[in-house]
Nanobody, 112 residues
Framework: QVQLVESGGGLVQTGGSLRLSCVAS????????MGWYRQAPGKQRELVAD???????NYTDSVKGRFTISRTNIKNTVYLQMNSLKPEDTGVYYC??????WGQGTQVTVSS
């Protein structure tokens, strides 16, 4: 049974930082691409960043230079380090694994 459990969200001021974590189970983590998505109120869910099994990363343009995705295969965990946060980064952040599985989401709120 695939499980993805996110943590690390919260309320932060503009310019602040947060680190999200997603612990995975139920599949061979090291062999799969993992992604972080977000959904702002009234908007569609969008890709923020993903990382392949080989460590190749991809970011949406609006977070390049501010966010960093990484993974620790021995801990079955993928991270999203978010720096220089802006109010437009506010939303629910979801971890996405293989086979269309999603985590439950963690709220990130950036105050101006």
């Amino acid at each position: 049974q695939v499980q993805l459990v996110e943590s690390g969200g919260g309320l932060v001021q503009t310019g602040g930082s947060l680190r999200l974590s997603c612990v995975a189970s139920g599949f061979i983590f090291r062999l799969n691409t993992m992604g972080w998505y977000r959904q702002a109120p009234g908007k569609q869910r969008e890709l923020v960043a993903d990382i392949t099994s080989g460590g190749i990363t991809n970011y949406t343009d609006s977070v390049k230079g501010r966010f960093t995705i990484s993974r620790t295969n021995i801990k079955n965990t993928v991270y999203l380090q978010m720096n220089s946060l802006k109010p437009e980064d506010t939303g629910v952040y979801y971890c996405k694994g293989p086979f269309g599985y999603w985590g439950q989401g963690t709220q990130v709120t950036v105050s101006s």
